[in-house]
Nanobody, 128 residues
Framework: QVHLVESGGGLVKTGGSLRLACAASGRTDSSYTMAWFRQAPGKEREFVATINWNNERTYYADSLKGRFTISRDNAKNTVYLQMPSLKPEDTAVYYC?????????????????????WGQGTQVTVSS
């Protein structure tokens, strides 16, 4: 069992930045691919980014490529999402997820059903 706890959300103005963190605990001796998803009010959960356990591959939603950056520190069992230049449409609850899968394509990395463990989410609100 892996327990995920997100942090770093909050209220920022348009153009502001946030860095989300997701700390994993529990059975972290295994290697896990980590991801961020988000869900805006009234919308379905959508894929943001994934990073494989060995840091060799990252995948991003096409709409967010070049804006957000996912990274991880395996020594700290933590994955990060750097979000600069935030827009009101980035407002959502951001969820961290983990899986033992290793992805080679965005197609599979972006599928929420491929992830076994989920955090409770952290709210990001961007005001105009």
């Amino acid at each position: 069992q892996v327990h995920l706890v997100e942090s770093g959300g909050g209220l920022v103005k348009t153009g502001g930045s946030l860095r989300l963190a997701c700390a994993a605990s529990g059975r972290t001796d295994s290697s896990y691919t980590m991801a961020w998803f988000r869900q805006a009010p009234g919308k379905e959960r959508e894929f943001v980014a994934t990073i494989n356990w060995n840091n060799e591959r990252t995948y991003y939603a096409d709409s967010l490529k070049g804006r957000f950056t996912i990274s991880r520190d395996n020594a700290k069992n933590t994955v990060y999402l750097q979000m600069p230049s935030l827009k009101p449409e980035d407002t959502a609850v951001y969820y961290c997820a983990a899986t033992s899968d290793y992805f080679h394509t965005t197609f599979y990395a972006s599928r929420a059903t491929r992830y076994t463990y989920w955090g409770q989410g952290t709210q990001v609100t961007v005001s105009s």
